[in-house]
C-alpha cells in the first residue's frame, strides 16, 4: 500500500485514481498521520449497493425495483 499526502493527492488526484482502477490502494496521511484510505470498488457491490440505501422503502408496492424506479425518475421527459 502507497502512502500519499493529503497535498499530493491534490495535485495528483487523476494519477491516484488511475491506479485505484487498476487495484492499488493508498492511504491519505495529513501532516504525517494516516486518516484515510482509497482502495478499488468491489465488483459485487457495484449493482447491489444502491437498494440497500433506499431500505426504508422495501414495503412500498410502487417501489419494488429501486435501482429502476431511479432510472425512470432521472430518465428525460419531453415537454411536448
Known sequence: MK??????????TAAVLSDVRRGREFVITYRGKSVALISPWPKAASKSFLPAGFGLWKDRSDMRDVAEWLEQLRAPRSVR
Not at 3 to 12: D, F, T
Open 3 to 12: 502512502q500519499v499526502s493529503a497535498r499530493e493527492l491534490r495535485q495528483k
